[in-house]
């Protein structure tokens, strides 16, 4: 059974860089049939599709995040990352990461739990 | 930018049928967008419903389907019961690795 479990600092000052890591069990990171994404959701919101990687270390952002997030991939301790910079009061949220199967059509196939970031100071 | 288009809210009663749908702002949906969906209920993981259009995941009730009406995705649930009462959104892949989630409809069983 594949588990993701999110972790890292649940505040944030405003202006500096959110950093969360995945880590993913039972399953390889080293897949060809998925990617490993981040998805988040602001309180009382819906889910936003921040972006993608794939194990070669290929990544895909939404347009509106862009400029601001950086994703890497770290197969030997199979994990995956999110960096999200110069960040404010609107990005504090539940972050998700999830395994996307690329095979049967691309959707979303394990959920980690979430992790609540706030952004404050 | 592409906006997926869902139904704010919808209601329905016990033991009935509701359709909710997917939409793009310009264009149609197709199942070259690979719809899928995901029920959410307050403070919970989102769980996976149904993916390329109408497939449904593992353990999922089949008084869940997807399909494809008009230009739009859409989800219908049969025989609606109480636990059903949710949020549920849909996902479009748009190609290169890019997947847009609708607003989310939230359902309302009474």
């Known amino acids: 059974q594949v588990q993701l479990q999110e972790s890292g600092p649940g505040l944030v000052k405003p202006s500096e860089t959110l950093s969360l890591t995945c880590t993913v069990s039972?399953?390889?990171?080293?897949?060809?049939?998925?990617?490993w994404g981040w998805i988040r959701q602001p309180p009382g919101k819906g889910l936003e599709w921040i972006g993608n990687?794939?194990?070669?270390?290929?990544?895909y952002y939404s347009p509106s995040l862009m400029s601001r997030v950086t994703i890497s991939v770290d197969t030997s301790t199979n994990q995956f990352s999110l960096r999200l910079s110069s960040v404010t009061a609107a990005d504090t949220a539940v972050y998700y990461c999830?395994?996307?199967?690329?095979?049967?059509?691309?959707?979303?196939?394990?959920w980690g739990q979430g992790t609540l970031v706030t952004v404050s100071s | 930018q592409t906006v997926v288009t869902q139904e704010p809210s919808f209601s329905v009663s016990p033991g009935g049928t509701v359709t909710l749908t997917c939409g793009l702002s310009?264009?149609?949906?197709?199942?070259?967008?690979?719809p899928s969906w995901y029920q959410q209920t307050p403070g919970q993981t989102p769980r996976t419903l149904i993916y390329?259009?109408?497939t449904r995941s593992s353990g999922v009730p089949d008084r869940f389907s997807g399909s494809i009406l008009g230009n739009k995705a859409a989800l219908t649930i049969t025989g609606a019961q109480a636990d059903d009462e949710s949020d549920y959104y849909c996902?479009?892949?748009?190609?290169?690795?890019?997947?847009?989630f609708g607003g989310g409809t939230k359902l309302t069983v009474l």
């Open positions: 999830a395994r996307l199967a690329r095979t049967g059509g691309y959707h979303i196939d394990y």
């Open positions: 039972g399953g390889s990171i080293r897949s060809s049939s998925y990617y």
């Open positions: 310009s264009g149609s949906v197709s199942t070259s967008y690979y």
């Open positions: 990687i794939y194990y070669s270390g290929s990544t």
């Open positions: 996902v479009l892949y748009m190609g290169s690795g890019i997947s847009v």
């Open positions: 390329s259009t109408n």
